[in-house]
């Protein structure tokens, strides 16, 4: 009989346990979750932004580091917040208040390129600059790098040629992108990172 309410005991520990650790997880994803809404938002109210200066690579890269050992969220997270904020940019180009659509044509490519970043995400070590650093500089190359290549061998609006001059224009024309895109990961990077922190630090002091 002591052995079957030991048994009993140690079950009901452990499922105390895996609650616990499924609602800490919760919190975090759900936290993560509303920030990287809220920088897709605030990029998309920004006005005259640079064209290239988006936070899409820098919520890829968080994502992936925040959600390392749960990596369906980690390609997830970034999807979701793009699609949550390119429909809020489709409804105010419908009721006529922008000239920029929230959809468009050759749209998914650019959705697998920005989740697919996540990856470098997942080499981020939090605590350590030099490690985020190398991820801020490695994402928007990565993305540059094949983004262009697609354009150009799938068409765009450069329509340059099918030959190796032609891909290496196309590159020279997405220079002033990749450069503002390097500079808003930084920036978007260092907000959510911070943000993230700030706010897990006080949950636990609160604790």
Partial sequence: MRK???????????????????????????????????????????????????????IALFSGALCVR??????AMPLVSMFISDLFFEVLYLNHLTDYQGFYSGQWLNYILIAGLAVFGFL????KIASMSLAFLAGP????????FSVWAFGGGWNRPKTFTGLMQCYVDGVPFYANSMIATFIFGAVLFGAYSVLVNRKTATA
């Fill in 141 to 148: 190359t990565a993305y540059f790098i094949l983004s262009n």
């Fill in 70 to 75: 749960n990596k369906k969220w980690a390609f």
């Fill in 124 to 127: 981020i070590q939090t605590k």
């Fill in 4 to 58: 079957i309410d030991g048994t009993q005991n140690v079950t009901k520990y452990l499922f105390l346990f895996r609650n616990s650790i499924y609602m800490k997880i919760s919190r975090s994803i759900i936290v993560a979750l509303v920030l990287t809404i809220f920088a897709s938002a605030l990029y998309r109210i920004m006005p005259n932004r640079p064209m290239g200066f988006a936070p899409q690579i820098a």
